[in-house]
């Protein structure tokens, strides 16, 4: 199984940034997906979840109303479209698949695939 997130990068604050997470060796849509991030000296953190039918959504509280998840079967890519990026954004992202057991889940001991993650940063 491989996840390999990209399209993190440098943007100022209020811009907008899309990461895609192209997985391989698993099918996306039977499994719920996540994007978590990890900023410097802080524990990782939930940002956003899809269920494994894709009709549910999970966001964290911070990036409500700014990211949207979603996915492309056909693809087997699941992206994360982040709008109005503050410098509070900047951190590694992570893309995973949850375990079986879960259809979604903001939590990351559920997850059992990571990806390498890329890195947001967002000046100000």
């Known amino acids: 199984v491989q996840l390999q997130a990209s399209g993190g990068g440098l943007v100022q604050a209020g811009g907008s940034l899309r990461l895609s997470c192209a997985a391989s060796?698993?099918?996306?849509?039977?499994?719920?997906m996540g994007w978590f991030r990890q900023a410097p000296g802080k524990e990782r953190e939930f940002v956003a979840a899809?269920?494994?039918?894709?009709?549910?959504?999970y966001y964290a509280d911070s990036v409500k109303g700014r990211f949207t998840i979603s996915r492309d079967s056909a693809k087997n890519t699941v992206y994360l479209q982040m709008n109005s990026l503050k410098p509070e954004d900047t951190a590694v992202y992570y893309c995973?698949?949850?375990?079986?057991?879960?259809?979604?889940?903001?939590?990351?001991?559920?997850?059992?695939?990571w990806g390498q993650g890329t890195l947001v940063t967002v000046s100000s």
């Open positions: 995973a698949a949850a375990s079986s057991r879960y259809s979604i889940t903001r939590y990351y001991t559920n997850y059992d695939y």
């Open positions: 899809i269920s494994r039918s894709g009709g549910s959504t």
């Open positions: 060796g698993l099918t996306i849509h039977m499994y719920g």
